[in-house]
């Protein structure tokens, strides 16, 4: 929550700032003794940049504040690049990132750069123009690139003769990577507004970048916590073995089959993956019972969702798989629980998981019957598409089905 209200007050200061200086620079402008046009022009060109850097900030600002969970560091790179190269009129720029693993600079982001070079580039921290900004921590300015001995040589020498700038990007003092930006050709040299502008998004591109980090080291953690409940409630519940595996693994095909977006994808695969999670909370001897279940057990079974929405609720990145697991055993017709939802009112992933789920527990041995054959399996499910289970959803199972499960091929 901290976290939160801090980017709140940040971006209020932002605003606040920017609207203060558009007044300024309005009074300015319409004093009837403002000396030439010249000096209004300037006035107007650094107020259009200050409010052009306003708007990057703010953008980089609330992807780390607001949407940390919801966009991939290879977007956010992206963004940082096209934010920096409109920022300074810059006709090409990239992002390289420091891979602890095999100690090199790599582009991870571009603009008007070719695949080739992007594909080559390797820089070893203090190698080339890059390499000593990232090893210094220090901005360098490369004015001729062409007759300069430590980037001549680089593979993208060829494509890229204008000068350019090399910002490191820095966390605690300590790089992670280098913002290369080209000068315009319609522009002698980089200003000392373009490097204050500069320094100030790259500050801020490095703080989210950090913000990003923070919040896939929580959500990799809280993965792995429900991950191992979900490994209890397999073992607590005797009959099901990997049920929670196979379901996921099949929840990411089905969902691919059915053109979801991928951050859906992902979300119906964490849900198949943690949808019994709630079985936590039911009594190991009627989960086990080797017999028929009385009315009284049965409505006691009946409680896992909401107990499993109620674990999974509260973490904020699993919102949406709450929402799947709590609705996993509606049906179709409206005749489930625990809200007797129906047809569309139901989570298309909770639609997912309630297939998969009745699939594997007709494929596996109970403790009062046998495993279904899969002729009946098939049959099991023609029967209840569009009464228990999404007829489209069905539809799609059964055509993975047939292909048994084969992954797709990668297109090239």
């Known amino acids: ?37 010249d000096r209004n022009a300037a006035l107007k060109n650094t107020w259009n940049k200050f409010d052009e850097l306003l708007t990057s900030l703010l953008t980089i600002h609330e992807i780390g504040i607001i949407n940390a969970g919801d966009i991939k560091k290879e977007d956010f790179y992206q963004t940082v690049v096209e934010s920096a190269c409109e920022l300074i009129r810059s006709p090409r720029g990239s992002l390289m990132v420091y891979d602890d693993g095999v100690k ?18 390797r820089i070893k921290p203090g190698q080339g123009i890059a390499g000593r900004a990232f090893q210094t921590g220090e901005t360098i300015f490369v004015t ?15 494509e890229q003769k204008e000068p350019f700038i090399a910002i490191p990007l820095k966390v605690k003092d300590k790089p992670f990577g280098v913002l290369n930006l080209h000068l315009s050709r319609e522009k002698e040299s980089f200003t000392d507004y373009d490097l204050k502008f500069l320094t100030l998004l790259a500050g801020e591109a490095a703080i989210t970048l950090e913000n990003i980090k923070l919040y896939e080291s929580i959500e990799n953690f809280y993965l792995e916590m429900v991950q191992t409940l979900a490994r209890v409630i397999d073992a607590k519940d005797s009959y099901t073995g990997d049920h929670a595996g196979r379901a996921r693994r099949k929840a990411r095909q089905l969902a691919q089959e059915l053109h979801m977006p991928e951050q859906m994808i992902k979300y119906v695969e964490y849900a198949a993956l943690l949808h019994d999670i709630g079985k936590i909370g039911i009594d190991g001897a009627i989960l086990s019972k080797p017999g028929r279940l009385t009315t009284e057990e049965y409505d006691e079974i009946k409680k896992h969702p909401a107990i499993g929405y109620q674990i999974l609720s509260p973490i904020h990145f699993l919102g949406p798989v709450a929402q799947m697991v709590l609705y996993h055993q509606e049906w179709y017709n409206g005749m489930g629980y625990p809200e007797g939802l129906k047809g569309e009112e139901i989570p298309l992933g909770a639609r997912i998981v309630a297939t998969i789920d009745a699939w594997d527990a007709m494929m596996s041995d109970r403790p009062y019957r046998r495993a279904l054959s899969r002729e009946m399996g098939v049959s099991e499910l023609e029967k209840g598409a569009g009464k228990q289970f999404d007829p489209q959803v069905v539809e799609a199972f059964l055509k993975l089905e047939r292909k048994e499960w084969q992954e797709p091929e990668e297109k090239g």
């Open 144 to 158: 001729d690139p062409e007759h300069n001995t430590q980037y001549k040589d680089f593979i993208g020498a060829m």
């Open 1 to 37: 929550m901290t976290i939160y209200l801090l980017g709140l007050i940040i971006a209020l200061l932002l605003a606040a700032i920017g609207f203060l200086l558009k007044q300024l620079y309005a009074l300015k402008l319409d004093k009837p003794d403002s000396r030439t046009e």
């Open 104 to 121: 090199e600079l790599r582009i991870t982001a571009s603009k008007n750069i070719s695949k080739e070079v992007i594909d080559s580039t």
